[in-house]
């Protein structure tokens, strides 16, 4: 191991982690170029190379890594504040609006957006991402400042796009895709930062909707087919690498450059994908709740390979900071925060699961220094998905929740199954083992409303 | 295909994802049935009525490697035709220098049945983003590292080691 590898949790969570994880934590330590420590979050669970909720910064001398970025590139949750309080709309009013948002959301394997991009504009999309989405139309100018990096990631270079991503998304801009993404009507349920509260917007028991996806088909295309080259690049800069799925190249390869500026492209195609389901969200609200006014409250990634400054060793220095399953939570102060938000760290959206409390968090300065400005980014299964699958039951899921006032809306009965409430950890548990670390400061808890899955 | 009442392929446990394994008296029947491993994570594949066969070769530096490119082939054709498959059959799996000298390349060719995604949407599950080099192995008979409760029984000639098998696990 070049570093040590570090874990932030409770001892209970650490007991109910898969040895894997820590096998991943001491594999990613010993890579080319990792500054400082390898990182796993509370919600750590067994991924591909590193753990999910891994962290690891590199120097300029390091390396790329794609399992460090994982399959679904900028994977993130988008917040979306609604201005209205839960108790202003009636529960016929609700089910309709599950109903509408059932209708106009794509979601599920197959599912189509009604956006079809030609070839020459998909080139200005992955490269201005929410920015070029909102000129065609889609959303309104005012959202873009509430998204990472502006909405529009530097440094993309759609020209290292295969045409085989290219064409994996011809349909599939403005889709939420399944699995464990999901549109979440909430309620804002209790508020533990008043002050971060206010700035965001966040007012108890009123609604706000997540929106959890990411780059679809194109960025799960451009992890594979960049998986091949790291291999090739691995061996040819002589790495000795303890597992496959740890392939990179060094940033300043042509390998490297290449995917990063691929990578970055599938992160403005993540980032215009939630701007367009924010325009269908909009449309649906307008249809049902025209009393609603939505407001980004901000759009964040948890799959990423970002280049940023940190202060290491006393030393400010210029790093390429990789989340897997990890948010970033940067300090106060951050670069590109809106100016409403100068005073407070960047948001953090954690999920929960269909049947339980997601969480609004906010980075710190302690962050800053402990984890180079990272969060987790969920509650981590309990269950596997055939194991779930085996113990419960889809329709039955479906009206357990209906019982508890949790309006289900899915294409799969088997992924409810797969998704049920049961085969998640306790959320709580490491929103309070993220606190704990100082990692971040909790806002405020959510309950879910109307859960529209894939 | 094999004569066995069960299906020649099983998953095995993972946090987040699934692992699939196929089973075959030859690598071909090996590729062939975790493919249709990777299928039944994806739907209900007796639903899907074959309207459509595609040709299909792929590339590996080695048998495993060889697999993964191989599902992550049927994976990209399903985004990009649109397509839900029935089956597969793999007509070969072999190797042979790239160049004299070079060390061996790996290549798959075969054929899939499939369905326009759209018609079998009621019987569609959860969309696989990758296959992955996680877990990834193959070799004789019956791995036992991820035995589970519950797991249905493989036909007898598969536990008695007269079977190959190929395994890895998929992004969901």
Known sequence: ?454 | MMESPQPPFERFAHDADVGIRGFGRTWEEAFANGSLALFWVMWEVPKVEPEVEVSLETTGSDIESLFVAWLNALITLRDEQGLAFAGCTVASVSSSPSAPGAPLLWCATGTVRGAALHKVRAHLATEVKAATYSELSSGIGVPDQHHQPGRRPLPAAVGEGGYKYVQCIVDV
């Open chain 1, 1 to 454: 191991m070049r570093v040590p590898g570090r874990l932030f949790a409770t001892e209970a969570l650490v007991r109910a982690m898969d040895n894997k994880v820590f096998e991943q934590v001491r594999n990613v330590a010993t890579l080319p170029g990792i500054v400082s420590a390898s990182l796993a979050m509370p919600d750590a669970h067994w991924g591909y190379g590193f753990p999910i909720g891994g962290v690891a910064a590199f120097d300029e001398d390091g390396i790329v890594c794609m399992g460090g970025v994982g399959y679904d590139i900028s994977c993130g949750v988008r917040l979306v504040r609604a201005n209205i309080p839960r108790g202003e709309v009636s529960p016929k009013v609700l089910g309709r609006l599950a109903d509408d948002l059932f209708t106009t959301i794509p979601a599920g394997l197959g599912s189509e957006g009604a956006i079809k991009v030609t070839e020459g504009r998909l080139e200005e999309l992955l490269d201005q991402g929410a920015r070029f989405v909102v000129e065609q139309g889609y959303g309104r100018s005012e959202d873009l400042p509430f998204i990472e990096e502006l909405g529009s990631v530097p440094g993309a270079d759609p020209s290292k796009v295969s045409a085989h991503a290219k064409r994996r998304q011809r349909s599939q801009l403005g889709t939420l895709g399944s699995g464990n993404h999901y549109l979440e009507v909430q309620q804002v349920d209790a508020i533990h930062d008043s002050t971060t509260a206010r700035v965001l917007g966040l007012r108890a028991g009123e609604l706000v909707i997540s929106i959890h996806c990411g780059s679809r088909g194109l960025g799960h295309q451009i992890a594979t087919d960049y998986q091949h080259t790291m291999a090739a690049a691995t061996s040819s800069y002589g790495f000795t690498l303890p597992d496959r799925e740890l392939v990179g190249a060094p940033l300043k390869s042509a390998e490297g450059l290449a995917y990063l500026g691929a990578m970055r492209a599938a992160i403005n195609y993540a980032l215009a994908n939630r701007q367009v389901l924010t325009d269908l969200l909009r449309q649906s609200f307008e249809r049902v709740l025209p009393e609603a006014e939505l407001e980004v409250v901000y759009d964040v990634s948890h799959n990423t390979c970002k280049e940023e400054e940190h202060v290491v060793d006393g030393h400010r220095q210029r790093l390429w900071v990789h989340r897997k399953g990890a948010t970033r939570a940067l300090g106060p102060g951050w670069p590109h925060h809106p100016s409403a938000y100068e005073s407070i760290g960047q948001p953090v959206f954690i999920g929960g699961s269909m049947g339980t409390s997601s969480y609004v968090l906010a980075g710190t300065s302690e962050g800053m220094r402990r984890s180079f400005g990272s969060a987790c980014h969920g509650a981590g299964r309990a269950l596997s998905r055939t194991a779930a699958k085996q113990r419960f039951r889809g329709d039955q899921v479906v009206r357990e929740l209906a019982a508890q006032g949790i309006l289900v809306r899915s294409h799969s009965v088997r992924g409810v199954a797969e998704e049920a409430p049961g085969a998640y950890k306790d959320v709580g548990e490491v929103v309070a083992a993220v606190e704990a670390a100082g990692l971040s400061t909790t806002v405020a808890r959510l309950l879910p409303v109307i859960s529209v899955k894939g």
